[in-house]
C-alpha cells in the first residue's frame, strides 16, 4: 500500500489481532506476531506520520486524518501509544533505553491496550492508519493497519 516498488523496507511487522467481541467491551485485544526492526535503531532522530483514512459511502476517504511528527518518534510512540509500547519495547535491556534496538520484537497471545491518551476523540467509525517511520529522506517502515472505532461502553469519555 506504501511500499516502493522497487525495494522492501528495513523494517516489518507481522501481527494477528483477536476480533473485538460487543459481548466482553472491555477485554483487551489480543495480539501474536512481531515487529522486526532490521538494521538502524529507531530513536528520536527519526520522523513519524501517521495516515489515518476513513471509510465512508462504499470507498475509502483518504488522509482524513494526519499526523506527521518531524523528529522525536521514540517519544511519539513511547506517550501516545503506551500500551503497544509496553506490550513490545519494553523488554529487559530496553527498559531505560532512548531507542529501540535493532531486532526482532516477539509477542505471543498478548493482550495491548490500544488506548491513546494524547489524541482527541475519534469519531465512531472504519478506519485505515498508515504509519510510515524514516530518518532524513529515507523511509524505514510503512506499517498498515484496519480498525473500527466503537462508543466507549458505559457512555463514559
Known amino acids: 500500500m506504501c511500499e516502493p516498488d522497487n525495494h522492501s523496507l528495513r523494517w516489518t511487522w507481522y501481527l ?3 476480533h473485538y467481541n460487543p459481548l466482553k467491551p472491555n477485554e483487551l485485544q489480543r495480539l501474536t ?4 526492526i532490521a538494521t538502524d535503531p529507531l530513536d528520536n532522530n527519526c520522523w513519524i506520520k501517521i495516515i489515518g483514512d476513513t471509510r465512508s459511502n462504499n ?12 523528529k522525536n518518534a521514540y517519544r511519539v510512540i513511547k506517550e501516545n501509544i503506551p500500551g503497544f509500547y509496553e506490550r513490545f519495547f519494553k523488554m529487559g535491556d530496553d527498559k531505560d533505553a532512548r531507542h529501540f534496538k535493532p531486532r526482532v520484537y ?5 493482550t495491548v491496550d490500544w488506548g491513546s491518551p494524547n489524541v ?9 492508519f498508515r504509519v510510515l517511520i524514516g530518518k532524513a529522506e529515507n523511509t524505514y517502515a510503512c506499517w498498515v493497519a484496519n480498525s473500527r472505532v466503537v462508543p466507549r461502553p458505559g457512555g463514559h469519555v
Open 16 to 18: 494477528r489481532a483477536s
Open 33 to 36: 506476531g512481531n515487529v522486526t
Open 59 to 70: 470507498q475509502w476517504k483518504e488522509n482524513a486524518l494526519v499526523c506527521h511528527f518531524r
Open 106 to 110: 516477539e509477542v505471543d497471545n498478548g
Open 120 to 128: 482527541p476523540v475519534i469519531p465512531y467509525g472504519q478506519y485505515r
